[in-house]
């Protein structure tokens, strides 16, 4: 059972114009909502994260919007660049007794910026 | 100096053999964690250990085991390890840091199982 979808395995993008990256989940108790981008050979790297009690934040050219009613999240590049070409992985989280994280990843989006 | 180290970066090895790959954070993070990707699955958990006297399974923990050596080392075996194991392994770290808790990767272990 994927709780955390990316239904678009890749996606190409024109240098400039923005991107679009779309995640769904199932579970109404993640609280934490996070995205990676990975290179290839390379370890998956933190790019941005939204709290449940948000419906939007933004750091630099990189936005996160999340609607909870639709349970679903996008992330935006704007303008796009040849660098942000990478796999994006969305991911979730819900706090647990503990009070600690486990994080349930999407499949990823391969995002090819053209020139 | 990489704050999340993981060895071997590659290794190829036979069916039956046990395997251990290695996680080191110098980062000072108390939680730890090994995920394994495999194409169209994104990453699953395979065990998390909070501390160094707790240790959790994950999602997909049959056929692995961990030891958690120290704070800074989270080990992950394959006891006997078998074809459907060949995959990028990743270890991962964090630390609760203003209410979130982001994990850090280590750059990965390609683990194929012949």
């Known amino acids: 059972d994927q709780q955390v979808k990316q239904n678009s395995p890749s996606l190409s993008v024109q240098e400039g114009r923005i991107s679009i990256l779309n995640c769904d989940y199932t579970?109404?108790?993640?609280?934490?909502f996070l995205w990676y981008k990975k290179y290839p050979a390379e370890g998956p790297t933190f790019l941005i994260s939204?709290?449940?009690?948000?419906d939007k934040n933004e750091d630099g050219r990189f936005t996160v919007f999340l609607n909870k009613s639709a349970k679903h999240l996008s992330l935006h590049i704007v303008p796009s660049q040849p660098g942000d070409s990478a796999v994006y992985f969305c991911a979730a989280s819900a706090r647990n007794i503990q009070g600690a994280q486990k994080l349930v990843f999407g499949q990823g989006t391969r995002l090819t910026i053209n020139p | 100096d990489a704050d999340v180290t993981q060895t071997p970066r590659n290794r190829i090895t036979k069916t039956g053999k046990r395997i251990m790959l290695e996680c080191s954070q110098t980062?000072?993070?108390?939680?730890m964690y090994w995920y394994r990707q495999d194409p169209g699955l994104g990453l699953r958990l395979i065990y998390y250990s909070f501390d160094v006297k707790d240790i959790n399974k994950g999602e997909i923990s049959d056929g692995y085991s961990v030891s958690r050596q120290a704070q800074a080392k989270f080990s992950l075996s394959l006891e006997s390890a078998i074809p459907n194991q060949t995959a990028l392994y990743f270890c991962?770290?964090?630390?609760?840091?203003?209410?979130?808790?982001?994990?850090?990767f280590g750059p990965g272990t390609r683990l194929t199982v012949l």
């Open positions: 579970n109404s108790m993640f609280d934490y």
């Open positions: 980062k000072g993070h108390d939680r």
């Open positions: 991962a770290t964090s630390g609760v840091a203003g209410g979130s808790d982001t994990q850090y």
């Open positions: 939204i709290s449940s009690i948000k």
